[in-house]
């Protein structure tokens, strides 16, 4: 019998060791989707950067790679797990230095990490979903800090409401030689909140030889709601956007 480790994430500021498990099975079992759907999402954005890209949230990495060969400019890279850093910053190791030396690696959750007028665009992918309301209202000033005016902020949005039903997501199989790594996603309404449980596995010809879980809870918000909330922080709406899954907002040049 393996052990099952349940990480409950707590309700304010995320716990250090946040995604100690699922850190092992991210890349292997989401990068290759996900470089695509990041690419795609922001890549014309990060082009057009002139000064720096923040990617607030950035896990493993996907972002932060994708931003240093899109763009020419400075990438902040910022990061509060451990577990996610650590493979953030094997990543980083083995890039050639001159992508190197352009992205730092900020260890905190953005509101921690006193970045100032440093970069005209922001990327917080698949981020803010995890963040309870307490939290987003201390990002959203962290974010216009980092930005300087005229600066552009591109957001995935959260769920928009509570799932009525459980809705499971298997995440496809990979092969590592003789083993194969799998996992299922299970999203169930808990009162307010959105209850995520990650199954994971290992498994060889013989059967099973690992399992682990890790829970995370997520808060779901309207467009409406996060376009409202980001309003009262002093940004406006984009002109020119209107992708469903990403919010695009400015910080406007007098303000
Ligand atoms: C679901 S992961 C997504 C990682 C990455 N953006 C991706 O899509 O692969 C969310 C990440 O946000 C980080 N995070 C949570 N709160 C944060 C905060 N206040 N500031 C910056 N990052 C934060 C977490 O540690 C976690 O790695």
């Known amino acids: 019998m393996h052990p099952v480790v349940t990480t409950e994430a707590p309700t304010a500021r995320q716990h250090p060791d946040s995604y100690a498990v699922t850190a ?3 890349d292997i079992l989401q990068a290759d989707q996900d470089e ?34 899109e ?21 980083l190791a083995v890039l050639p230095a001159r992508q ?36 987003r209202d201390v990002l959203w000033p962290a974010v216009r800090a980092a930005l300087v005016p005229g ?15 459980d809705i499971v997501r298997l995440l496809p199989e990979k092969r590592v030689g003789e083993h194969v790594y799998g996992g299922r996603m299970t999203m169930s309404t808990a009162g307010y909140r959105i209850r995520t449980r990650v199954d994971y596995w290992v498994r060889s010809e013989q059967g099973v030889l690992r399992e682990h879980t890790e829970t ?31 919010l695009a907002v400015t910080r406007p040049d007098r303000s």
């Open 24 to 26: 092992e099975f991210y």
């Open 36 to 69: 695509k759907r990041v690419r795609h999402l922001y890549g014309r954005q990060v082009a057009k950067a002139r000064l720096g890209v923040l990617d607030i949230g950035a896990g493993t990495g996907r972002v932060t790679l994708m931003s240093l060969v």
């Open 71 to 91: 763009s020419q400019v400075d990438v902040h890279a910022v990061e509060p797990a451990r577990a996610m850093r650590t493979s953030l910053l094997t990543r």
């Open 100 to 135: 190197r030396e352009r992205v730092t690696v900020h260890p905190h959750a953005l509101d921690q990490a006193s970045l100032y007028a440093v970069v005209d665009v922001a990327v917080c992918h698949n981020t803010v979903a995890c963040l309870p309301p307490a939290a």
């Open 151 to 165: 600066g552009s902020l591109f957001l995935q949005l959260p769920p928009a409401v509570l799932p009525t039903r």
């Open 216 to 246: 995370f809870w997520m808060w779901p918000a309207s467009r409406a709601r996060i376009s409202a909330d980001l309003e009262r922080h002093g940004f406006v709406p984009l002109p020119g956007h209107d992708d469903p899954r990403v």
